[in-house]
């Protein structure tokens, strides 16, 4: 497979572009994708100007301790919101971009394999958005780190 770096370099680039032209520094807090997307962001252009860093939170603990998650579920809408703004206020950024889920390939209670929730925060205003990918659990991260960049990058403002 293909590093998602360069796979998602044009959409890393759009949010740098963005994320530049505001002045937002950018954030990350991810579960199943485990730093994909920080991994995409950081390679692209001037990231050392705009993208402060990001949290994994793959373990319940790190979600609720680190990022204070008070969700019941940690995969949920709630806990996405909670991941994006925990993340954005510890680093310290304008912007933030957070998933939960179940990447699979067995479902976790009543959430289905690739069931993903994804939460954006601009200047304190959350958007979440609820996924289901299909596909083995390598798809369903892949799946999910690009459609993270473009939930950020269409949450920026143009450049």
């Known amino acids: 497979?293909?590093?998602?770096?360069?796979?998602?370099?044009?959409l890393?680039?759009?949010?740098?572009?963005?994320?530049?032209?505001?002045?937002?520094?950018?954030?990350?807090?991810?579960?199943?994708?485990?730093g994909g997307i920080s991994n995409a962001l950081g390679a692209a252009?001037?990231?050392?100007?705009?993208?402060?860093?990001?949290?994994?939170?793959?373990?319940?603990?790190?979600k609720r301790d680190v990022l204070g998650v008070e969700a019941d579920s940690v995969n949920s809408a709630q806990c996405a919101r909670e991941l994006a703004g925990g993340v954005a206020r510890l680093l310290d950024a304008g912007a933030?971009?957070?998933?939960?889920?179940?990447?699979?390939?067995?479902?976790?209670?009543?959430?289905?394999a690739g069931s993903v929730y994804a939460a954006v925060t601009v200047q304190g205003d959350v958007r979440d958005v609820h996924f289901r990918f299909?596909?083995?659990?390598?798809?369903?991260?892949?799946?999910?780190?690009?459609?993270?960049l473009e939930l950020l990058r269409d949450a920026l403002p143009p450049a």
């Open 1 to 10: 497979m293909q590093d998602p770096a360069d796979e998602f370099a044009a």
């Open 12 to 34: 890393a680039r759009e949010v740098a572009e963005r994320a530049q032209a505001a002045g937002l520094p950018i954030a990350t807090a991810e579960s199943l994708t485990t």
């Open 45 to 62: 252009p001037g990231a050392s100007e705009w993208f402060r860093g990001g949290v994994i939170a793959y373990s319940e603990s790190v």
């Open 96 to 112: 933030a971009v957070a998933v939960t889920g179940v990447g699979g390939p067995e479902p976790e209670g009543d959430e289905p």
């Open 134 to 148: 299909d596909g083995d659990p390598a798809q369903v991260v892949h799946q999910t780190v690009r459609a993270a």
